[in-house]
């Protein structure tokens, strides 16, 4: 009778027999993470194998073992339930939006609605990843406009500071946003406008995302050592906020494209390392929270590119595994990822598949999309030159490249 096993007991085994180890040689990489106050080898082997059963979960110390013996966060491996974010800011200040921007509008700026500007910020930044993007940066660009009009008002220090912060989380969300429709221009000035609100506001936070931003524009542009630049700017900036986890995985990627493979063992070490170090996060959906999921989500790009299809493809499929439809533009590289590895092992249908249902996704970053879908298109050019699907990949490639860009 097949036995339904917890997925972290799935993944367990299913990482150890990627690397060809016995669970004794598994129990013998944990044992160099734990140092010298673990148990003995026996006793630690007996525990292990009650974990690839699922008859027993690993507790906290133990799944962060485990994990950094596979290379990974530890809630990327044991994740938490996520909240229920709706009916939030009703629920905490009574007001609906409309009432908010009434409220705004009237510079009636009490402590309540500087709360409900806080909740309507993080709304709308939790929407990014599945609100269309023509529609959410309509309504990024009228509350960043809203609360750029409170600066003009009578406010104490303390509230003057606050407002620049909200405009500075607004910013970030519109600039990703024009990024995405190809509005590479404006989104730099966006960025910076951030970046100056961050400074300005002594939110380091904001400061770390803005460069976070500027590397991500630069890795689709192929500017490798200024991603490399931008990440080392924002870290310093950030110190250990979450987006330093970000900023290390933009550094792995840009490594990766250079070819330094130890330089990507680094960088993703260290970010897991401040990860791990990090309490869970309130709300993983919000587009400037670390997920912790998504370390697997920037290890799979690194190992794509680096050529080691094993654990690019068995790191896609876990994206897909534990993503669903509120994360699109993951799913979406995993699938480009399991193109690639088709590609490059010889199943044309496969990568040709995998590559369509991608740009089939229906939320895009355009200029990464393209990086993603060119990458693809050397593999099939290359392999599969005079192939029927290589030729209609490529046109559907063309095709998603010269689409209107949103406004």
Same mark, same amino acid.
């Given at each position: 009778?097949?036995?339904?096993?917890?997925?972290?007991?799935?993944?367990?085994?299913?990482?150890?027999?990627?690397?060809?180890?016995?669970?004794?040689?598994?129990?013998?990489?944990?044992?160099?993470?734990?140092?010298?106050?673990?148990?003995?080898?026996?006793?630690?082997?007996?525990?292990?194998?009650?974990?690839?059963?699922?008859?027993?979960?690993?507790?906290?110390?133990?799944?962060?073992?485990?994990?950094?013996?596979?290379?990974?966060?530890?809630?990327?491996?044991?994740?938490?339930?996520?909240?229920?974010?709706?009916?939030?800011?009703?629920?905490?200040?009574?007001?609906?939006?409309?009432?908010?921007?009434?409220?705004?509008?009237?510079?009636?700026?009490?402590?309540?609605?500087?709360?409900?500007?806080?909740?309507?910020?993080?709304?709308?930044?939790?929407?990014?990843?599945?609100?269309?993007?023509?529609?959410?940066?309509?309504?990024?660009?009228?509350?960043?406009?809203?609360?750029?009009?409170?600066?003009?008002?009578?406010?104490?220090?303390?509230?003057?500071?606050?407002?620049?912060?909200?405009?500075?989380?607004?910013?970030?969300?519109?600039?990703?946003?024009?990024?995405?429709?190809?509005?590479?221009?404006?989104?730099?000035?966006?960025?910076?406008?951030?970046?100056?609100?961050?400074?300005?506001?002594?939110?380091?936070?904001?400061?770390?995302?803005?460069?976070?931003?500027?590397?991500?524009?630069?890795?689709?542009?192929?500017?490798?050592? %200024? +991603? &490399? *630049? /931008?990440?080392?700017?924002?870290? #310093?900036? $950030?110190? !250990?906020?979450?987006?330093?986890?970000?900023?290390? =995985?933009?550094?792995?990627?840009?490594?990766?494209?250079?070819?330094?493979?130890?330089?990507?063992?680094?960088?993703?070490?260290?970010?897991?390392?401040?990860?791990?170090?990090?309490?869970?996060?309130?709300?993983?959906?919000?587009?400037?929270?670390?997920?912790?999921?998504?370390?697997?989500?920037?290890?799979?790009?690194?190992?794509?590119?680096?050529?080691?299809?094993?654990?690019?493809?068995?790191?896609?499929?876990?994206?897909?595994?534990?993503?669903?439809?509120?994360?699109?533009?993951?799913?979406?590289?995993?699938?480009?990822?399991? %193109? +690639? &590895? *088709? /590609?490059?092992?010889?199943?044309? #249908?496969? $990568?040709? !598949?995998?590559?369509?249902?991608?740009?089939?996704? =229906?939320?895009?970053?355009?200029?990464?999309?393209?990086?993603?879908?060119?990458?693809?298109?050397?593999?099939?050019?290359?392999?599969?030159?005079?192939?029927?699907?290589?030729?209609?990949?490529?046109?559907?490639?063309?095709?998603?490249?010269?689409?209107?860009?949103?406004?």
């Amino acid at each position: 009778m097949a036995v339904n096993l917890p997925a972290w007991a799935e993944r367990i085994r299913r990482e150890r027999v990627l690397r060809g180890w016995s669970q004794a040689d598994a129990v013998r990489a944990l044992l160099t993470h734990g140092g010298d106050s673990l148990p003995g080898r026996e006793h630690v082997l007996r525990r292990w194998k009650s974990w690839e059963a699922g008859e027993h979960k690993p507790d906290d110390r133990y799944q962060g073992l485990i994990a950094a013996t596979f290379g990974t966060a530890r809630h990327a491996m044991f994740p938490v339930g996520r909240r229920d974010a709706s009916g939030e800011l009703v629920a905490a200040t009574g007001m609906d939006t409309l009432e908010v921007i009434a409220r705004v509008r009237r510079s009636d700026l009490d402590g309540t609605t500087l709360d409900a500007l806080r909740l309507t910020v993080d709304r709308l930044c939790t929407e990014y990843a599945y609100v269309p993007a023509e529609q959410l940066v309509v309504d990024g660009r009228e509350w960043l406009g809203r609360v750029a009009d409170l600066r003009d008002g009578r406010l104490t220090l303390a509230q003057h500071r606050e407002v620049l912060s909200l405009a500075g989380w607004l910013a970030l969300l519109v600039g990703c946003l024009e990024f995405d429709a190809g509005h590479e221009p404006a989104a730099e000035a966006t960025r910076r406008a951030a970046l100056s609100h961050g400074q300005e506001s002594g939110d380091r936070e904001i400061e770390g995302w803005a460069q976070e931003m500027r590397a991500w524009f630069a890795l689709t542009s192929g500017d490798y050592r %200024g +991603v &490399v *630049a /931008a990440a080392r700017a924002g870290t #310093e900036a $950030a110190k !250990d906020h979450s987006v330093s986890v970000q900023l290390a =995985a933009q550094k792995a990627k840009a490594w990766a494209r250079i070819g330094d493979r130890r330089q990507v063992e680094v960088a993703l070490d260290r970010g897991r390392q401040i990860l791990d170090a990090l309490p869970y996060p309130d709300n993983v959906a919000h587009h400037f929270v670390v997920d912790p999921s998504k370390f697997d989500f920037y290890a799979m790009d690194c190992y794509r590119t680096l050529g080691d299809d094993a654990m690019a493809e068995n790191l896609a499929e876990e994206v897909l595994r534990t993503t669903g439809d509120r994360s699109p533009m993951r799913r979406a590289e995993a699938r480009f990822t399991l %193109g +690639v &590895v *088709a /590609a490059r092992t010889g199943n044309l #249908e496969g $990568a040709v !598949d995998s590559g369509r249902a991608a740009i089939a996704n =229906a939320r895009t970053s355009l200029p990464h999309f393209v990086m993603l879908g060119q990458e693809l298109a050397r593999h099939l050019q290359r392999r599969y030159p005079g192939e029927k699907d290589t030729h209609a990949f490529l046109e559907q490639l063309r095709a998603l490249s010269r689409a209107p860009k949103a406004s």
